[in-house]
C-alpha cells in the first residue's frame, strides 16, 4: 500500500521568500513520486517527477524538489516566491511504469503568497 | 499536440439519477484514468481503462463504471447518484508504460 503525508495544509510566505512544501510517502516498492499544481477551478499540472533517476528534480516555474531515500521524503522548493505560484499543491505516489492503480495523493498544501 | 480534454464543464443532478462524463485523451495517449476531488481534498483513485478494459481500480463501488473506446476517449458513468458523490471529476491520460499522467480541467458534478 502507498500513502502520501503533505505537512501543513495552509503555507504562508511573503514574496520573495523561499518555498518548503513537505511531502512524506510510504510505499512497499520503489516510489515515482510527483507534484501537481491546481489553480482555482482548473485540473492538476505536473511541475516534476521524480523516476528513480537524479535525486535532485527541476520543475517548471523555478520548482525543485529533493528525493530522500532514508527521510521518505519528496519536499518541493523554490528560492523565490511569486505572488503567481498561490495555488494548491498536491504530492503524489505511484508504483511506476503506468501502475495500474493510479496514483495517491496527499491532501494537499494551500500556498499563499503575502505581498 | 491536443491536451486532455473533458465534458461537461458543470453538471447538476439530483439524488438518484445517473450520469455520465466524458473524456479525450492527449494524443498519443491509450491509457485513461479517473479520478474524485471532493472540496478540500486530494484526488482519489476512481479506475484506469487500458485497451478497452478496466485494468485496476479504486476503492469505488460498482454503481461507478467507465467504458474506452477505439480512439482511446473514455466514459465515466455513475449511478444511483448520492449526495456525497459531488466532486470535481479528473480525468488523466498517459501512454503505454508511462510513468506520468496528464490531467483534464475537470468535471464538477453537484448533485442535489
Known amino acids: 500500500a502507498q500513502s502520501v503525508t503533505q505537512l501543513g495544509s495552509h503555507v504562508s510566505v511573503s514574496e520573495g521568500a523561499l518555498v518548503l512544501l513537505r511531502c512524506n510517502y510510504s510505499s512497499s516498492v520503489p516510489p515515482y513520486l510527483f507534484w501537481y499544481v491546481q489553480y482555482p477551478n482548473q485540473g492538476l499540472q505536473l511541475l516534476l517527477k521524480?523516476?528513480?533517476?537524479?535525486?535532485l528534480v527541476k520543475g517548471i516555474n523555478g520548482f525543485e524538489a529533493e528525493f530522500k531515500k532514508s527521510e521518505t521524503s519528496f519536499h518541493l522548493t523554490k528560492p523565490s516566491a511569486h505572488m503567481s505560484d498561490a495555488a494548491e499543491y498536491f504530492c503524489?505516489?505511484?508504483?511506476?511504469?503506468?501502475?495500474?492503480?493510479?496514483?495517491?495523493f496527499g491532501k494537499g498544501t494551500h500556498l499563499i503568497i503575502q505581498p | 499536440e491536443t491536451g486532455v480534454t473533458q465534458s461537461p464543464t458543470h453538471l447538476i443532478k439530483t439524488r438518484g439519477q445517473q450520469v455520465t462524463l466524458r473524456c479525450s485523451s492527449q494524443s498519443g495517449h491509450n491509457t485513461v484514468s479517473w479520478y474524485q476531488q471532493a472540496l478540500g481534498q486530494g484526488p482519489q483513485f476512481i479506475f484506469q481503462?487500458?485497451?478497452?478494459?478496466?485494468?485496476g481500480r479504486g476503492n469505488f463501488p460498482p454503481r461507478f463504471s467507465g467504458l474506452q473506446f477505439p480512439n482511446y476517449s473514455s466514459e465515466l458513468n455513475v449511478n444511483a447518484l448520492e449526495l456525497d458523490d459531488s466532486a470535481l471529476y479528473l480525468c488523466a491520460s498517459s501512454s503505454t508504460g508511462g510513468d506520468t499522467q496528464y490531467f483534464g480541467p475537470g468535471t464538477r458534478l453537484t448533485v442535489l
Open positions: 521524480y523516476t528513480s533517476a537524479a535525486t
Open positions: 481503462y487500458y485497451r478497452e478494459e478496466e485494468n
Open positions: 503524489a505516489v505511484s508504483r511506476g511504469g503506468g501502475g495500474a492503480d493510479g496514483l495517491t
